[in-house]
Every structure is written in structure tokens, then in C-alpha cells.
């Protein structure tokens, strides 16, 4: 009986010194060169996207760990990469982007963000961009909680990437219509 005891003990004793809380933190992407500005505006992301965090468990990697991903620091880091060049500062319009869903399930991260451009005079445009990254499976199977970290990084930037790279496709699209719209409302013509 103490035998078994003590194997008890000694098993939860190692599982509790093998558990961990690890941050998952997203390098900041290297600045996107425009190579012409779209439109001027600022950039608005708000405290509940900027602060979101989302904690990952697997029993793959190790049922006792966790893994925080820093998703609302990434959503602003992408944002200070990706939109800069395309919206310098400027009035009288504003890029929002709100974070409406992040999950991690078969080891990608699926994101839905809601991109709007805004002006005083009405909405410009709106739309939620989704995308899921790569699943890193294999790599956690063989390298266990020290690869699901590296996993979460990758993964969680291929799917924001995606979105940001998203958006910006169709504004260059749409800022020549944007830019008239904000030109006529702001001489005081109604919008075309």
C-alpha cells in the first residue's frame, strides 16, 4: 500500500513540475511598403481586441500546460506592419479593426476580423475577413509542449496575415471611390 502510495505522489509531484503556463508572443511583421498611399486615416483598434488573449490546452503536448497566445498585441503589431503605408495619419477617415472570433482547434487558428473604414459622414466599408492557418500537428507530435508553442506562433500568424493581406487587396480596389466619397462630403457635396 505505501508502495503505491508513493508512486502516486512521486507521478503527481513530476506532473505538476512538468506543467507550465507559456505566453505565445508573435514576432511583429517587417513594415509592408506601398508603393502609393490609399488613403489617409488613423487606425483604430479597440481595447477589446488589443487585449485579447486565447489559452490553448492539448493532451498531445502535455494535458497540465497551457498556452497563452497574445492575439489582440498581434492584431495590433500586424496593424502598425500593414497599415501605415497604405493609411498614413490623417483625418477625416479611420481604419477599425475589431477582433469577432479567434479560436485554435486541430492545431490551427481560425480568425474572423472585422475591417470598417469610417468617416463622419457614414461607413465606407465593412467587411470580416476569416482565415484559418496551417495545422502543425505532426510537429507537437514529435516535439511535444516544447513544439506546440512554435506551433501557435505559426499558425496564428498565417491567419492573421491572411486577413490583413485580405483587406488590403480590396482597398486598393476601392480607395479611388473611397478618397472621391471623403472629397465630395468633406467640400460639402453630397457623396457620389
Known sequence: MTTIRLRW?????????????????LAPPAPVTMTEPLLPARVLIPPDTAQVEYTVHSGMAGGANRWT??????????????LPGSFPS?????VRIDLTHFDVHDFEAH?????????????????????????????????GAFAMKSSMR???????????????GDARALA?????????????????
Open 90 to 94: 490623417g483625418d477625416p477617415a479611420t
Open 69 to 82: 497566445i497574445e492575439v489582440g498585441k498581434a492584431i495590433v503589431d500586424y496593424a502598425n506592419a500593414y
Open 154 to 168: 505559426k499558425t496564428t500568424d498565417e491567419a492573421l496575415r491572411a486577413c490583413f493581406e485580405h483587406f488590403l
Open 111 to 143: 480568425v474572423d476580423l472585422r475591417f470598417a473604414v469610417l468617416t463622419p459622414a457614414g461607413t465606407l466599408f465593412q467587411q470580416t475577413y476569416s482565415a484559418a492557418g496551417k495545422g502543425y500537428a505532426a510537429r507537437v507530435v514529435w516535439g
Open 176 to 192: 479611388p471611390g473611397w478618397a472621391a466619397t471623403t472629397r465630395a462630403t468633406s467640400a460639402g457635396a453630397p457623396a457620389p
Open 9 to 25: 505522489l512521486t507521478s503527481a509531484i513530476a506532473l505538476a513540475l512538468l506543467a507550465g503556463c507559456y505566453h505565445v508572443t
